[in-house]
């Protein structure tokens, strides 16, 4: 591996400088992403044809001196798989044509198998790294199994998903049942992106922080530890580490670290700082500027890289992301801006 | 007053039953609020006309056994009487003619006089006061200095609110003198409320949660103390308790607390018996079931209420709510089951 700072930061180890990579870097800010996007016809078959995936996932690789590459793909991908039927529409989002109605549609699936039923995804992912030729570690990821859920029974979008959170509250043993063909399917899909070539795992709970404390616990942080506990046992997987992001789940940051994650992603309403003291040695941190950020000035995206690498301080185990995905309408020079803040502040 | 446990909950003295209002009590899930919604025209000119605020306001009264009305309002009288031009389309929500784009558009913004710019809010406080013949206390409402600035920088809701953000990072002055002139305007706003007869006044920090842990500190919370602050120094207000709700951030609890506030809202994503050991004696609380439980059955719903009644144990000073506003699609049935729910099982 030409660059591994990535895959050293996440095993806490000494590194020259710290790491960085961008959630969402292969995306519509990026005008040769827009260009592949409107050839691929739709973002679902840009998703699924492995050459035009590997496209995307190289062009910020190629722009900036990323420190990682990560597969172009949804997290959505899983219950299509299951026969949900996908389709994503720019400016609207995802929406399933067969979302989740009766008991008996939730216990009618069953755990897609990767090589075959997700197959783009694998060749995708064996593709990129063939392309990458060594030079960055290449990330895949899946979504958690409570967002995936909430997708599922709710149809697409939405503020509080208040149709899965219903389910939960008026039949949970349905609901524990949903979670956890979608944990098996998860646990399977990252173990074979694993065989596949991916270097590290990362594993998206975007929905995790709109459910109170007991709920979180029950629904979604009893399956993350599922997920992750089941690759330890997988000999593809047992030595990728994982990464695991709640969004808006800070208070949780603790138990999340529990769960025998190799780093733990942060959104940007927690100090840096503060989160490597609550979690102490257990783990890496990824985060975590608010991505607004680029949308201020080059000299306050340095200030506030600044201000992040001082707040988590010189211990090892920080790659720096933002908090969110990065925003279309950002500027790509502003993201260089900040990708070469952080490799030259870092390494003072 | 018929029925003081909302007042003497938020003094944190002993009440028969928990007392319990629910934010946007007053709202589109009732269906005698639909129909003078529709004969008003539109959502400002409801806001605008005192009589049709009075009507809507009370109608929640007149339906369920609620321990508080609200005044009926908007967040954004205040941009607006300061000639931003406000407009709120439904499903899309609110947008402004003339949001601030330029540091001249701020610098040129003074305080409204809420007699005369804003007298529409003072004949309706005024009006509702006779209707309720005191039968139960009314709240007068503001939003924060950093909600209203978002929104007058944005002109119309946002995700992130980047550009509000990007004008704090890059012109942290200008910033400085928006919120100053906005945190003076809603604390005369607030107390010329209390002089027309509110009697408890909130402030709702929609957006603070958005905003990382010093940014928070700098342009939310100490606009929020400053108002306290000055609500103290007047003498309409000076004993009028205020409720401090700052949605997402509950990180910063301990430093709500000691704005100096009656009580504290709180979003469902805290647990009610962790709040109260964080904040100790010093404020009462209000909250904070997720609004999606009105979307599950009337036995799910007791069973929260039970939950949320035990987590704060039996202590003083618990108003019951939402931990945010009522959604529209709730059947109102569903509320009357959470109302008699909190009343009965606290009265044990």
Redesign the interface.
Known sequence: MTNDRFLRALKREPVDCTPVWIMRQAGRYLPEYRATRARAGSFVNLCKTPELACEVTLQPITRYPLDAAILFSDILTIPDAMGLGLSVEEGIGPRFARPLRTRADIESLSVPDPETDLRYVMEAVRLIRRELHERVPLIGFAGSPWTLACYMIEGQGSD????A??LA??DAATMHRLLDVVARSVAGYLAAQAAAGAQALMIFDTWG???????FDEFSLRYLAQIVQSLKLDNAAKDVPVIVFSK?A??HLEQLADTGCAALGLD????LG?ARMRVGDSVALQGNL????L???PA?IR??VE?ALHSFGPHPGHVFNLGHGI?P?VDPERLAVLIDAVHELSAK
């Open positions: 509080n998903f208040a149709r959170k219903a509250w008026d922080g709109l459910l109170a404390p007991e709920m808006g800070n208070s940007w309403t927690i100090g503060n608010d991505p607004a950020v949308k201020a000035s306050a200030h506030e201000r925003t309408d």
